[in-house]
């Protein structure tokens, strides 16, 4: 696994979207500060591909993916593995409910030669390839495929964190054992293991069913083809008899059935002729159409006098004249004398008004005469009190006055008015005024009363003349109508007569009616008896085409009855001879039967010799029996020659079940896999000793033994003591030597996808001395230039890092951390 380009936004201290191309990265350092985020890129590597990283214990710690924060981070690593690139992305949010779950996960083939570039256009997941895994649990599988490496050997041999840069070093025999399985891709052989096993199981079970059917088969022998053969000779025979018995026994069939037909044919005429008979009631059907015929034709004329009668009727009633102009006229008599009694009445009522209003009239001419005196009267007590106010000033003022006004001579206020003198002229013609005033008001209330009454009297004796004029009018005019015509008594009469005519005009309207609906019902009965009649006619034509063909005789059409008997005469004669006949014919039938019988007595004879039951149908069933003989001698040939095929198959799966068996067994024992395991941890050791021997100033080589690591420590006389003795920085760089001998001499052993094409190192390079420091960088440069692995390493230490051609600087300031790339 090589990784060419890491996208990161929202992951831990990268909240900002960063991107870090190691296209052409070959030997590249991740230097800054501590706590700048070095470790993260690793941890991004990791993340992307496996969905955790080392530090976080698991996907339990999936919240430390997000930064401060953030609600989403988004991580894509694109990466080549076994010639092929690939894109795998992981998107983590956090819901309303402050849970942190995978939201996406992805990994993706890229099409061959795509430019990574083109990833800062913004492509859409589409564009980038053919999906291999589309969800988190597809992941898992996609990933081991494409990288070849689970989890835990990802983190011992590619991208080797702080803390686990010793695991493989101190790994477990067994563990270590299964990560160089992985590596050199020994794990083929178990699958071919398991494939042979597989391959022997259906050996096995294909040898059984040949078995099964070989047992099935057994009965095929020579004698069994002989039998067969001697039955489809004898079926043969059958046929060869049955074909030459069929045409007597078709010839007696034939005869049965000319005879049975002959038979038929004479019961079917015998049926047609015995049928023809007259129908009940057919002479009264034609008397019926007589009968009905005449009570028509006299209905007809019951008619005919009846409208005569109707139409002389109308013409007196026209001739009488107009009853509307003579009810009127006799209308206008009877208001003359309705007005004349009217006019009377008004006459009077105007004489009785005129009267009246002569009497109003002269009691308001009095009544003005009487109002005339009292308003002199009135004047003269005014006059009275005006001399007497002046005879008497003071009198006249204290008159005006009340308790409590002011003097109008002396303006002092007066607190109570003298009373007037009793004899005080004033007094008296205040008396007298006061008594004037009310009689003129009396005066003038009675005019006023009786103008009232006779304004209404004369209106009252204009509506009167009004009214008597109107009425002498229309009797003049009624009079005028009346003139020249004839008297009221006259015009009963007249519309007496009237009224008799239009009584008998009535009485032949409705007998012209109950005329007309007799002469329907009479013609109505004429129609039912010549539909009866036609139905007697259609009814011996049909019986007479029943027996058209044996020719009867010819008959009148003019009376049914006599057609009808003479039909059923000749139909009883026909019947007759008919009947003559039909015993030779039943004699005939009983012949052929016989005849045929015995035919089918001798196939069915022939058949009871061949042990066949008696068919239906002799020559088909023969046929058949000759197919089905000649078919079992095919399907026992057939089985004899499957027999022969299935000893062959069964001697080829044998020989396959024994192979597979052989080999399965072969690589059950684990000898070849132990070997090559064996191979491969010498060539690890003998490199991993001789980087540790330089690293180490000479002081250490590696071994193993029986799985386990040890050091010959050369300064204490070549003691062999467990790598668990080393101290720290012993430990890094025994750890190195193993980490660097696995990327340099296993990448050319292994045969898989899990070729280490890259080595990330994030350990302990603070803690060499400056001597082992130029070692471990002139070591990691000459692993880097043989330009087949990619090597990076994690580091603050600047004499490291300037030794090493790219480096991959990262900042961190109180927001997000960037990385920035330096050197070539």
């Known amino acids: 696994m090589r990784p060419m380009r890491l996208d990161l936004a929202g992951f831990t201290v990268f909240r900002d979207a960063t991107t870090i191309d190691f296209t052409d990265a070959d030997f590249f350092a991740l230097v800054g500060p501590t706590g700048s985020g070095k470790s993260t890129v690793l941890d991004a590597i990791c993340f992307a591909l496996y969905g955790t990283v080392p530090r976080w214990g698991g996907t339990r710690g999936l919240g430390n993916a997000l930064a401060p924060s953030a609600t989403e981070a988004r991580v894509r690593l694109v990466f080549e593995s076994g010639g092929a690139r690939y894109v795998a992305t992981r998107v983590v949010r956090r819901d309303s409910r402050g849970n942190v779950k995978t939201a996406g996960a992805g990994l993706q083939l890229m099409p061959e030669g795509f430019d ?3 990833l800062d256009t913004g492509l859409s997941p589409e564009d980038l390839g ?30 080797l964190p702080q803390g686990q840069f010793a695991d493989f070093l101190h790994a477990r025999p067994a563990t270590r054992q299964q990560i160089l399985v992985n590596l050199l891709g020994l794990g083929v052989y178990e699958q071919v293991q398991q494939r042979a096993t597989t391959r022997a199981g259906q050996a096995e079970a294909k040898l059984e069913a040949v078995d099964q059917l070989l047992a099935g088969l057994a009965d095929v022998d020579d004698v069994a083809l002989e039998r067969a053969a001697g039955q489809v000779d004898r079926m043969r025979e059958l046929a060869g008899s049955v074909t030459a018995a069929v045409p007597e026994l078709e010839a007696a069939r034939t005869t049965v059935r000319e005879a049975n037909a002959a038979l038929a044919t004479l019961d079917a005429e015998l049926a047609a002729l015995d049928e023809v008979r007259a129908p009940d009631g057919v002479a009264e059907v034609a008397r019926a159409v007589t009968a009905t015929r005449a009570e028509s034709d006299a209905a007809a004329a019951a008619v005919s006098l009846a409208e005569e009668r109707e139409e002389k009727l109308r013409g007196e009633l026209a001739a009488a004249g107009d009853e509307s102009a003579l009810r009127m006229l006799l209308r206008a008599y009877a208001d003359r004398e309705q007005l004349s009694a009217q006019a009377e009445q008004a006459r009077a009522a105007m004489e009785a008004a005129g009267v009246e209003h002569d009497a109003a009239v002269r009691a308001l001419t009095g009544a003005q005469t009487a109002a005339e005196r009292a308003e002199a009267e009135l ?10 106010k002046t005879a008497d000033q003071a009198t006249a003022l204290r008159a005006h006055l009340t308790d409590g006004d002011a003097c109008p001579v002396c303006e002092q206020t007066v607190a109570r008015v003298p009373a007037i003198p009793a004899g005080s002229a004033v007094a008296r013609a205040v008396a007298a005024g006061k008594a004037a005033r009310a009689a003129n008001e009396a005066a003038r209330k009675v005019v006023a009363e009786r103008d009232t009454a006779a304004r209404e009297l004369e209106r009252v004796l204009l509506r009167a003349r009004t009214e008597h004029d109107g009425l002498r009018t229309r009797l003049v005019e009624l009079d005028e109508r009346l003139a020249g015509a004839a008297t009221a008594e006259a015009l ?34 004429v129609e039912a008896a010549q539909d009866r009649l036609r139905t007697a006619w259609r ?20 009376d049914v009855a006599a057609a009808w008997a003479t039909l059923a005469e000749w139909a009883r004669e026909q019947a007759k001879r008919r009947r003559s006949e039909r015993d030779g014919l039943a004699t005939a039938v009983v012949e052929a039967e016989t005849a045929a019988g015995a035919a089918t007595d001798r196939i069915a004879g022939i058949f009871a010799d061949a042990g066949l039951p008696a068919p239906d149908d002799p020559v088909r069933a023969a046929t058949v029996a000759v197919e089905r003989a000649e078919a079992e001698l095919r399907r026992l040939t057939e089985r004899r020659e499957q027999a022969g095929t299935l000893r062959e198959q069964r001697a080829g799966h044998e020989r396959e079940a024994q192979v597979a068996r052989a080999l399965a067994g072969h690589l059950r024992a684990n000898n070849f896999e132990r070997w090559l395991l064996a191979e491969a941890l010498d060539l690890l050791v003998d490199g991993a000793s001789g980087i540790l021997r330089e690293l180490s100033g000479g002081q250490y080589d590696l071994v193993h033994d029986k799985g386990e690591f040890f ?55 603070g803690t060499l001395d400056a001597a082992t420091l130029d070692t471990v960088a002139a070591t990691l440069e000459n692993l880097a230039a043989r330009g087949d692995r990619m090597v990076g390493v994690v580091t603050h230490v600047p004499a490291l ?7 991959f600087e990262v900042h961190k300031d109180a927001r997000s951390a960037r990385v920035e790339r330096t050197g070539r």
């Open 116 to 118: 990574v570039t083109k």
């Open 130 to 159: 053919e999906v291999v895994a589309g969800t988190p649990a597809e992941m898992d599988a996609a990933v081991l495929a494409a990288v070849g490496l689970p989890y835990e050997q990802f983190t011992s041999c590619v991208v």
């Open 379 to 388: 004047a003269a007590a005014f006059q009275a009190h005006e001399e007497a």
């Open 492 to 525: 009963r009469a007249r519309l007496a007569e009237l009224a008799r005519l239009r009584q008998g005009l009535d009485e032949a309207t409705t007998a012209v009616r109950a005329g007309r609906d007799a002469a329907r019902q009479a013609r109505a009965a």
């Open 539 to 558: 009814r011996f034509d049909g019986a007479r085409d029943t027996v058209a063909r044996f020719g009867p005789p010819a008959t009148d059409r003019d």
């Open 711 to 765: 050091v010959v420590d050369h300064h204490d006389a070549g003691l062999r003591r467990g790598v668990r003795t080393l101290s720290g920085g012993e430990t890094f760089q025994a750890s190195l030597a193993l980490a660097l001998a696995l990327s340099e001499q296993l990448a050319g052993m292994s045969t898989t996808a899990a070729s280490l094409e890259s080595i990330v190192l994030d350990e302990g390079f």
């Open 801 to 807: 890092a300037e030794r090493i051609p790219v480096r």
